[in-house]
């Protein structure tokens, strides 16, 4: 399997794609049992419009059904869903998050197993448990890379 981000059609996202970010996370956290409620998606659009000029974001698929937000001044992944997971798609998503760059952090969900595993394919390491920030109510690991 490729992991060239052309073949899945990464782009820098741009406004307009916004809606259908907020979207891809209100469809994963209501597809997911353990997950609490979350925000409706015209609260998660204006949460990801606020911060829109300060991150890096980043989409896949036509219409958007996967994104990934990068904070390159923390070096922190804020956010990566996938509505089509198994296809390289997040790999590619971490591949571009790591070009340039010798260190990352990001949380995941502590239920999150599969997130975890995939994580540390990508050489992620847990190196803390922290308490939920609000909206979320789910207490979250902290994981690192390093080149």
Not at 63 to 85: F, H, N, W
Request: net charge negative.
């Amino acid at each position: 399997m490729t992991t060239d981000p052309q073949n899945f059609g990464i782009r820098r996202a741009v406004r307009e794609d916004v809606p259908a970010c907020a979207r891809v996370i209100h469809d994963w956290a209501a597809q997911t049992d353990w997950m609490t409620e979350e925000l409706p998606a015209e609260q998660l659009a204006t949460l990801i419009l606020e911060a829109f000029d300060a991150r890096e974001i980043w989409v896949a698929g036509d219409p958007v059904d996967c994104y990934m937000s990068l904070d390159p001044e923390q070096k922190k992944i804020g956010a990566l869903y996938c509505a089509r997971t198994g296809q390289g798609i997040g790999k590619a998503f971490v591949d571009r998050a790591k070009g340039g760059r010798d260190f990352l952090w990001l949380t995941t969900h502590v239920p999150n197993t599969a997130a975890q595993r995939f994580y540390r394919r990508e050489g992620f390491d847990l190196v803390a448990e922290e308490p939920p920030v609000p909206p979320d109510t789910v207490p979250v690991y902290r994981m690192e890379w390093h080149a």
